[in-house]
């Protein structure tokens, strides 16, 4: 059963620099969401891109951007770190577009920013 | 806007007790509400779920009900076990694929 995977696992990066995640979707899934979650929160919606497209966008900066590949992979940048950007970043797919659709949670990046 | 809170944010039980966790939100436009269980260091598993046509929705020892009219929703876990320790966290779908948290309950179970 090949669920939702991020890579990589783990990222330490310092202030300033730039990072990219990744995200493969659940097999035959199109739609692909980014979630930050601080420590001792709830998930933080970031994007959300369904047949390539960005369909909604969460309250963060334009530092910020994803991107979604045919494949349905995605991915998600964050440009000129800041300490407060130390967060779990997960990936959450879901079979369409819609409010109402399942969405599951790949295990997450954790990245940590110095 | 979009907002949901849940209570409380830690819940002790012992063992085979019944275990419930209430969220309220502020957009009466939402209509899908899933719950989400966290165990350390892993990712959030979606449980259960329940669609605005559907008062009560039952999995085994898991329960979601849900009050369009004074909106709120909640989780009831019955026969605790250990292994029902994590975080839980309620939600409410916001549009496309969009999920709003709640900020999570820290439940306990002691054997």
């Known amino acids: 059963d090949a669920g939702v995977t991020q890579s990589p696992t783990h990222l330490i990066k310092t202030r300033g620099q730039h990072v990219t995640l990744r995200c493969s979707p659940i097999?035959?899934?199109?739609?692909v969401s980014w979630y930050q979650q601080v420590l001792g929160q709830g998930p933080q919606f970031i994007f959300q891109?369904?047949?390539?497209?960005?369909?909604g966008r969460g309250n963060f900066p334009d530092r910020f951007s994803a991107r979604q590949f045919p494949n349905y992979s995605s991915e998600l940048n964050v440009n000129a770190l800041l300490l407060g950007d130390s967060a779990l970043y997960l990936c959450?797919?879901?079979?369409?577009?819609?409010?109402?659709?399942?969405?599951?949670f790949g295990p997450g990046t954790r990245l940590t920013v110095t | 806007g979009e907002n949901v809170e849940q209570h409380p944010s830690t819940l002790s039980v012992q063992e085979g007790d019944s275990a419930v966790i209430k969220c309220t939100y502020s957009?009466?436009?939402?209509?899908?509400f899933p719950w989400y269980k966290q165990e350390l260091g892993k990712r959030p598993q979606l449980i259960i779920d329940?669609?605005?046509?559907?008062g009560e929705k039952k999995d085994q020892r898991i329960a979601v009900t849900l009050n369009k009219t004074a909106k709120h929703f909640s989780l009831h876990i019955t026969e605790t076990q250990p292994e029902d320790s994590a975080v839980y966290f309620c939600?409410?779908?916001?549009?496309?694929?969009?999920?709003?948290f709640g900020a999570g309950t820290r439940l306990a179970v002691h054997p």
């Open positions: 959450a797919s879901s079979w369409a577009q819609g409010s109402s659709y399942e969405q599951y």
């Open positions: 097999s035959g899934h199109k739609s």
């Open positions: 891109y369904y047949e390539k497209e960005e369909r």
């Open positions: 957009d009466s436009a939402s209509n899908y």
């Open positions: 329940i669609r605005s046509n559907v």
């Open positions: 939600a409410i779908g916001g549009g496309y694929n969009k999920l709003i």
